[in-house]
T-cell receptor, first 111, second 113 residues
């Protein structure tokens, strides 16, 4: 079945450091790919998405490119802030609207 | 827009009691989803509805769990009888159409003693 694999955390960075969170997927079709973010005590919020190969999703300085050849959708940000500390979930939607989530990666940014 | 509203935010109850979690989706959204989040299993889809009709309940763990959507603006997830292993954060989410992103509520943190 469909699955999403994310790099294990926690990822701890200093403010203004470069961020990469790896995400790879397995799907039978051509899924849409998403990054969601969860701040402490809150639900998940959509961060960005890409619906076809080579699409780049971007929002709030975060970017991810849909790479079909490597089945990847890595999240990047050039300069993280303390306020970016959260849990980040990679997800895919293949059949209908069911989302399949990765395990989540905790990001901690120190000032 | 009010967003997805869940209640209660926190629930602590004793094993064997009935628990009812409530969700109000965003107005106009046709899809409603119930998820469970635990440290061990991550985020799991329990059930989802389209236009108030349950479409896929394959994620519901066992018969102790049931979900209803009597109208477009309200859904419940019930656990009866509750067990300590049901302790988790339960999220409700809704989306406008099948190809639109899901909007999550802030969750209900459930503790079964």
């Amino acid at each position: 079945g469909d699955s999403v694999t994310q790099m294990e955390g926690p990822v701890t960075l200093s403010e203004e450091a470069f961020l990469t969170i790896n995400c790879t997927y397995t799907a039978t079709g051509y899924p849409s790919l998403f990054w969601y973010v969860q701040y402490p005590g809150e639900g998940l919020q959509l961060l960005l998405k890409a619906t076809k190969a080579d699409d780049k999703g971007s929002n709030k300085g975060f970017e991810a490119t849909y790479r079909k050849e490597t089945t990847s959708f890595h999240l990047e940000k050039g300069s993280v802030q303390v306020s970016d500390s959260a849990v980040y979930f990679c997800a895919l939607s293949d059949k209908g609207n069911k989302l399949v989530f990765g395990a989540g990666t905790i990001l901690r940014v120190k000032s | 827009d009010a967003g997805v509203i869940q209640s209660p935010r926190h629930e602590v109850t004793e094993m064997g009691q009935e628990v009812t979690l409530r969700c109000k989706p965003i107005s106009g959204h046709d899809y409603l989803f119930w998820y469970r989040q635990t440290m061990m299993r991550g985020l799991e889809l329990l059930i989802y509805f389209n236009n108030n009709v349950p479409i896929d309940d394959s994620g519901m763990p066992e018969d102790r769990f049931s979900a209803k959507m009597p109208n477009a603006s309200f859904s419940t997830l019930k656990i009866q009888p509750s067990e300590p292993r049901d302790s988790a954060v339960y999220f409700c989410a809704s989306s406008l159409r099948f190809d639109q992103p899901q909007h999550f509520g802030d969750g209900t943190r459930l503790s079964i003693l």
